[in-house]
């Protein structure tokens, strides 16, 4: 209200504002109120807190149980914890055995790099009980410290029952003492240099080390001059190596990369580098010592040429040819792996082509058997129906006869003799028409040939000529398979025959058909009256499959044999071959059963 209000209301003065024109002021009948709900909540606090104390005193007799649960449920979490974890990353339990045993690491994948999100490349490793340390070397920024600490938290993850990112058929060691030196340590404080630091480190490892220890050394024999600090290097792994310790070391001293063939247990090892783009690929390779590479890097990070020739007419001969010798390999081993790829690729392919045949072998065996049924049912059928046809012959043959002799008259005699003369002639032409497939058309002149003649196509198939067509096709016989092939590309083999001769005949030979045309430079009647021709003779040579090079050009060939295949009833599937047997310029067809 405002201070000069002569009818300001009774109250308490809590305040005024920054002018002094207006105070703040409590109502006397607020006050009251306000005590009355101060004294509500006072009460309200007072009734809860004793609802809480008989519910407590309830509940305290369970007080052991309620505790259990909440140390089970912890413990259930933990396990869905790490459940949920190796399920994310794929993880699998490797098997376990007490230090030493055989380290074996299947697609290995460094946790943290995982957490990142990154393309983690998997690594193998295995490490019989006579290998006792891993001397593994290369460029720098290869990956050569994340492979050590990798090895160590997949240990250290199984030792605390968590699932390393490993994958199946992986077994780890249970090792009783960790101990590394990785990284720098020098302490102005301590007066320790880098080398100095390094070396009471490793004083520390060999003073500990037996065989369940698991050594991990960055570096080592680095900080001081390379030919003691290799000698010091060589000398502790050795050691390590006779103890029976885990050692798992990375150096870039040439003299170190030759320790494997001098010290028993000691293997090299390596990680993959592209000399071309000079960027690690992060494949590591057990038994190969790796290339430092450090001119190379340096000539990319553009250091001034004439300090690098320089510099490589610095580098030792013994050096310059180990590091010849390691390209060396490194060039051989990438080309044995392709050699592998390659090799795998076409035992794949041979597989595939494998599994092909022998289900075409199926499908022609079961061909072959549903013929010899449709042959034995024919055969029983013709036996039947000849049967049939002779009794009913007979029959009437008996009747005729009957007739005849109980004629009394000639004219009754000459009528029994007609009906059995006609009766024989029909079962004559009936026993005639049984035996051949087709009835001979009349003879057409001008063309050399007549219907019903005995002729041969140029795919070596013999036929019997059923009809001359105008446009200059003809459609022949083979068997029980007709066919329209080029009236021109027939010749005469016989005289004119009732039926067709048959495609084989033990006095014949079989007709060799191609399992392969080529059309290229045909027109596209050609192509089709050719196309025709091979179709029946590969059927007729029971071939499974034809092969049909007519090219791409402009299309007319390739067009014209797609229409003449793909109206073929006996075609089972039809399609162009794969790229690197002629692509689109190939058409196979597979015919069916």
């Not at 201070?3 to 009948?29: C, K, N, W, Y």
């Not at 050594?215 to 050691?239: F, K, M, N, R, W």
């Not at 870039?252 to 030759?258: D, F, I």
């Not at 044999?561 to 089972?572: H, N, Q, S």
């Amino acid at each position: 209200v405002r201070r000069d209000l002569r009818s300001r209301p009774e109250g308490i003065v809590h305040d005024e504002s920054a002018s002094a024109g207006t105070l703040f002021i409590e109502p006397s009948a607020a006050v009251e109120l306000g005590n009355a709900f101060r004294e509500a909540q006072v009460a309200e606090e007072r009734e809860t807190l004793a609802v809480l104390r008989e519910l407590t005193n309830l509940l305290r007799p369970t007080r052991p149980d309620l505790l259990a649960a909440f140390e089970m449920c912890i413990a259930v979490d933990d396990l869905v914890a790490r459940a949920r974890w190796a399920a994310e990353l794929d993880a699998h339990a490797p098997d376990v055995a007490p230090a030493p045993a055989e380290l074996r690491i299947v697609g290995g994948r460094h946790p943290l790099l995982l957490a990142q999100g990154q393309a983690v490349v998997p690594f193998d490793l295995q490490m019989s009980t006579d290998e006792r340390t891993l001397l593994v070397s290369g460029p720098n920024t290869g990956g050569k410290t994340v492979l050590l600490k990798a090895v160590a938290l997949f240990s250290a993850l199984a030792q605390s029952g968590i699932i390393p990112p490993v994958a199946e058929q992986s077994a780890l060691p249970v090792f009783g003492r960790f101990a590394a030196d990785i990284g720098d340590r020098q302490s102005i404080a301590a007066s320790l240099s880098t080398f100095s630091a390094h070396v009471r480190a490793l004083g520390a490892i060999l003073h500990d080390a037996d065989s369940s220890a698991l050594v991990l050394l960055d570096e080592i024999g680095s900080g001081t001059d390379p030919a003691e600090g290799a000698a010091l290097a060589a000398a502790s792994i050795a050691q390590l190596t006779r103890r029976g310790a885990l050692t798992l070391a990375t150096t870039h001293l040439g003299q170190l990369k030759t320790l494997a063939q001098e010290e028993p247990g000691v293997v090299n090892a390596s990680l993959q580098f592209d000399a071309a783009t000079l960027t690690p690929t992060y494949h590591f390779q057990k038994g190969i010592p790796g290339r430092s590479y450090g001119l190379a890097i340096a000539r990319r990070l553009g250091l001034p040429p004439d300090v690098l020739a320089s510099a490589e007419e610095r580098v030792p001969n013994a050096e310059r040819s180990f590091d010849a010798l390691l390209a060396s390999v490194e060039e051989r081993q990438r080309a044995v792996q392709r050699r592998e790829t390659e090799l795998a690729e076409r035992e794949q392919r041979a597989a595939e082509l494998s599994e092909r045949l022998l289900a075409r072998e199926e499908r022609d065996t079961a061909r072959a058997t549903e013929l010899d049924r449709r042959e034995r049912d024919a055969e029983r059928r013709a036996r039947r129906d000849a049967r049939e046809h002779l009794l009913a012959a007979r029959r009437t043959i008996e009747e005729a006869l009957a007739a005849a002799r109980g004629a009394v008259d000639e004219e009754r005699a000459r009528d029994a003799r007609r009906v059995l003369e006609d009766e024989i002639q029909a079962q004559g032409a009936r026993l005639q028409d049984d035996e051949a497939p087709f009835v001979p058309f009349a003879a057409a002149g001008g063309s050399g040939l007549s219907l019903g003649d005995s002729v041969q196509t140029t795919a070596g198939v013999r036929a019997k000529l059923l009809e001359l067509r105008g446009d200059g096709k003809a459609v022949v016989a083979a068997g029980a398979m007709r066919m329209v092939v080029p009236a021109e590309s027939l010749t005469r083999v016989a005289g004119r025959q009732l039926r067709a001769e048959p495609v084989r005949s033990p006095d014949v030979p079989a007709v060799s058909a191609p399992m392969e045309i080529d059309l290229r430079g045909m027109t596209g009647d050609e192509a089709e009256a050719a196309t025709l021709a091979a179709l029946d003779a590969a059927i007729l040579a029971e071939h499974p499959m034809l092969r049909i090079i007519h090219g791409m050009g402009t299309g007319v060939v390739r067009e014209r044999v797609r229409r003449t295949v793909k109206r073929d009833r006996r075609i089972r599937s039809a399609g162009y071959a794969p790229r690197n047997e002629g692509g689109s310029g190939v058409t196979i067809v597979e015919f069916g059963d």
